[in-house]
C-alpha cells in the first residue's frame, strides 16, 4: 500500500482545522508550495489529498476515476441533490 503524501502538520490538535476555516486557499496554496503537486494532511480522523496539477487531476476524475470514491459526504447530497455532475460516479458522470 503508498504511504500517505507528506503534507502541513498540527501544531495542536485541531490547528489545522482552524487554519483551513479561516483561509483555505491559503492554507492550500501554502501545501502546494512546500509540498509539490501532491500533499496530504487530515482534519481530525479524515484524511486528504491534494492534488494541484492537471495532469494528476485529469488521472483522477477521468482515467482513473473507478478507483475512487467521492465519499460519504456526497452519498448522503445525492438523496437530495439527485445524481448530477456534482453527485455521480462512473460511467453516468
Do not use: W, Y
Amino acid at each position: 500500500m503508498p504511504s500517505f503524501p507528506p503534507g502541513p502538520f498540527s501544531r495542536f490538535p485541531g490547528d489545522l482545522l482552524l487554519r483551513f476555516r479561516r483561509d483555505t486557499l491559503g492554507v492550500l496554496n501554502e501545501c502546494a508550495a512546500d509540498f509539490g503537486d501532491i500533499s496530504g494532511f487530515r482534519i481530525g480522523r479524515q484524511p486528504f489529498v491534494f492534488l494541484n496539477h492537471p495532469d494528476l487531476i485529469r488521472d483522477v476524475l477521468v482515467t482513473h476515476q473507478k478507483n475512487f470514491l467521492k465519499g460519504r459526504a456526497l452519498e448522503r447530497a445525492r438523496l437530495i441533490l439527485g445524481n448530477g455532475l456534482l453527485t455521480s460516479e462512473g460511467a453516468f458522470h
